[in-house]
């Protein structure tokens, strides 16, 4: 679990750092700037470190100097804001791939009931358009507080609720499987 968040905590690094500095300054341009030098910190750190950069890394650093620079140039933080909204939107496009979620379900899901598990990776991937589409409509206006409430709590939320909801149902699909097998 702690892997996880040290992964959020490394995807979001550069939006984190803009939401701070920009609460504490009030100043749109410091708290771009510092994002950006922060982002590319990272990737420095990392090479120094040795540590294999994939192309997620990357192309979240280039986001944080465009998306960067177009707030810098409009004075607007929405575009950083809107960030995050790509991850989701990327996410979704991964999970529109037939059977994606087979892998991560144990065998005996796979093996009961593949045609619920292929559905709900489905579902998986509406629910990150979802987020992706709330997370640009709470970024454009331009409430910070809001913004942080929308990503903190009901994307975290959403996706906990998706995943106790599908537990559930895929135990008990498999429960009254097995059981009309053994009837």
Do not use: C
């Amino acid at each position: 679990m702690r892997d996880v968040f040290v992964k959020l905590g490394t995807d979001f690094f550069s939006t984190l750092v803009f939401l701070g500095v920009y609460l504490a300054s009030g100043s749109i341009v410091l708290a771009t700037a510092v994002a950006i030098a922060g982002a590319m910190g990272q990737i420095i750190f990392a090479r120094i470190r040795r540590r294999e950069l994939n192309f997620m890394t990357y192309a979240s650093l280039l986001l944080v100097i465009v998306l960067g620079g177009a707030t810098i140039l409009t004075q607007d933080p929405r575009f950083v804001l809107a960030k995050p909204s790509i991850a989701h939107f990327a996410i979704g496009a991964i999970m529109l791939k037939r059977g994606w979620m087979l892998r991560y379900v144990p065998a005996i899901v796979v093996e009961t009931i593949p045609d619920y598990v292929t559905f709900a990776g489905y579902a998986w991937a509406a629910l990150m358009f979802a987020l992706g589409a709330g997370t640009i409509a709470v970024a454009m206006t331009g409430d910070l507080k809001l913004w942080t409430f929308y990503v903190t709590f009901v994307a975290v939320g959403a996706k906990i609720a998706a995943f106790a909801v599908q537990y559930i149902a895929f135990r008990v699909l498999v429960t009254s499987r097995i059981r009309a097998a053994r009837a």
